[in-house]
């Protein structure tokens, strides 16, 4: 079936600690998202990626780091320096059809991230 | 700058309630998409509908319709004779320019037996 994978669910990071969240797709889509979502929050753009070897900040990158060396695969960093990573992390995949403004986005199930 | 403004933050229905979730947004392009998602307790977005700034027919799917009204600028989403299968929050979100998704706060719907 394709669709979107997320690892781990459930993920426990010690403070200090950097931690990588996983996102793969088999859609064939070019591009890829990361949001997080805090409670009573909408999403919140962390990085997006519309071609390999690309990726761009979105609102609140400060604290993460990605990379995009397959076309499939687009994994997440937590790193020490986010202040308040405690927080539902989503991934999600497009379509980029040139000529086309946006096409939907499809997300995986998410990663809940909790700081001890 | 894009804004979505979802100012019912819990709406609580009786199961076959119709209900309405209200959707406000803001942009300075011309061209733009307007979506709804829905995330039901498990957590993933599941999308339910797209629509451009060009088309602006209502849609109907099921129990589900949209009323898209440029004049206001709203993309309001309707569940006619709502169940508990429906109790999820629902985020309306939009794209203008070549930007990406700006999402609402979202409105949580519980729909009670």
């Known amino acids: 079936d394709g669709g979107i994978t997320q690892s781990p669910k459930y993920l426990f990071r010690k403070e200090g600690q950097n931690v990588t969240l996983s996102c793969e797709q088999n859609l064939n889509h070019d591009a890829m998202y990361w949001y997080r979502q805090d409670p009573g929050q909408g999403l919140r753009l962390i990085y997006y990626s519309q071609i390999v070897n690309d990726f761009q900040k979105g609102d609140i990158a400060e604290g993460y780091s990605v990379s995009r060396e397959k076309k499939e695969s687009f994994p997440l960093t937590v790193t020490s320096a986010q202040k308040n990573p405690t927080a539902f992390y989503l991934c999600?995949?497009?379509?980029?059809?040139?000529?086309?403004?946006?096409?939907?986005?499809?997300f995986g199930p998410g990663t809940r991230l909790t700081v001890l | 700058a894009q804004k979505v403004t979802q100012a019912q933050t819990e709406i609580s229905v009786v199961e076959k309630e119709d209900v309405t979730l209200d959707c406000v947004y803001e942009?300075?392009?011309?061209?733009?998409?307007l979506f709804w998602y829905k995330q039901p307790p498990s957590g993933e977005l599941v999308f339910l509908i797209r629509r451009n700034s060009f088309d602006e027919q209502n849609e109907i799917s099921g129990r589900y319709s949209w009323n898209f009204q440029k004049s206001t600028s709203s993309f309001n989403f309707t569940i006619t004779a709502s169940q508990v299968v429906d109790s999820a929050v629902y985020f309306c979100?939009?794209?203008?320019?070549?930007?990406?998704?700006?999402f609402g706060k979202g409105t949580m719907l519980l729909v009670s037996p």
């Open positions: 999600a995949s497009s379509l980029q059809n040139p000529g086309q403004v946006y096409n939907e986005q499809f």
């Open positions: 942009t300075r392009d011309t061209t733009y998409y």
């Open positions: 979100a939009l794209s203008s320019g070549y930007s990406t998704l700006t």
